[in-house]
């Protein structure tokens, strides 16, 4: 199983943009596909976004997410991204990565209870001041 630490968290003014990394220790990374979840104070977790395990890289968001939010990986360096752009206040939250076998798990982790994806990291926090 692999563990995940995200990065690149931290304050950014409203209208900025910021990368997110997510590193997964082990060999299998590639055998897993990849979510960002976030979670703002008082609110539910939401997905932000998922990819599929290789090359071809099919990726999924929700329609809140298409236009600002960009999720890929670099396998070779057991890393997914997500590029933000144009800031919102509202994006102010705890970004977390997470990793499934299957896709749709990640896809639905956030509306179906029980479906939760098998690995999660450990946060990194974003703020967007306006």
């Known amino acids: 199983q692999v563990q995940l630490v995200e990065s690149g968290g931290g304050l950014v003014q409203a209208g900025g943009s910021l990368r997110l990394s997510c590193a997964a220790s082990g060999r299998t990374f590639s055998n897993y596909a990849m979510g960002w979840f976030r979670q703002a104070p008082g609110k539910e977790r939401e997905l932000i976004g998922a990819?599929?395990?290789?090359?071809?890289?099919?990726?999924y968001y929700p329609d809140s997410m298409k236009s600002r939010f960009t999720i890929s990986r670099d396998n070779a360096k057991n890393t997914m991204y997500l590029q933000m752009n144009s800031l919102k206040p509202e994006d102010t939250a705890v970004y977390y990565c997470a990793a499934d076998h299957v896709l749709h798990t990640l896809v639905v982790a956030t509306t179906d209870k029980d479906k939760n994806p098998e690995v999660w990291g450990q946060g990194t926090l974003v703020t967007v001041s306006s």
């Open positions: 990819i599929s395990r290789r090359s071809g890289f099919s990726t």
